[in-house]
């Protein structure tokens, strides 16, 4: 089972940057896909970002790509989310995620494993 808790998060003027982070234990880390999803007040959950168990493939959605950067330590089993120039609209709960399976599963959503967020509030 593995347990993934997320850091990070706060309060940011927009144009600001902001680095999140995804503790991970109870697995071997490296097997796993990891990724970022986001959910605003009355939407669904968005993909943001997904990287390999390497490190060496990695995916953005179209809203962040170029602003946001996905990273992976597997020697510290932690992910990042490296966030600049945000905007109001970047305003969410940022959740990570864990899937064996691959980038493909943390894409579509069908991760085995979540955690519960952490808040990034951007002003305007």
């Known amino acids: 089972q593995v347990q993934l808790v997320e850091s990070g998060g706060s309060l940011v003027q927009a144009g600001g940057s902001l680095r999140l982070s995804c503790a991970a234990s109870g697995g071997t880390f490296s097997e796993y896909a990891m990724g970022w999803f986001r959910q605003r007040p009355g939407k669904e959950r968005e993909f943001i970002a997904a990287?390999?168990?390497?490190?060496?493939?990695?995916y953005y959605s179209y809203s962040v790509k170029d602003r946001f950067t996905i990273s992976r330590d597997n020697a510290k089993n932690t992910m990042y989310l490296q966030m600049s120039s945000l905007k109001p609209e970047d305003t969410a709960v940022y959740l990570c995620?864990?899937?064996?399976?691959?980038?493909?599963?943390?894409?579509?959503?069908?991760?085995?494993?979540w955690g519960q967020g952490t808040q990034v509030t951007v002003s305007s």
């Open positions: 995620t864990a899937d064996r399976v691959g980038t493909s599963a943390v894409r579509d959503g069908r991760s085995d494993y």
């Open positions: 990287i390999g168990w390497n490190g060496a493939d990695t």
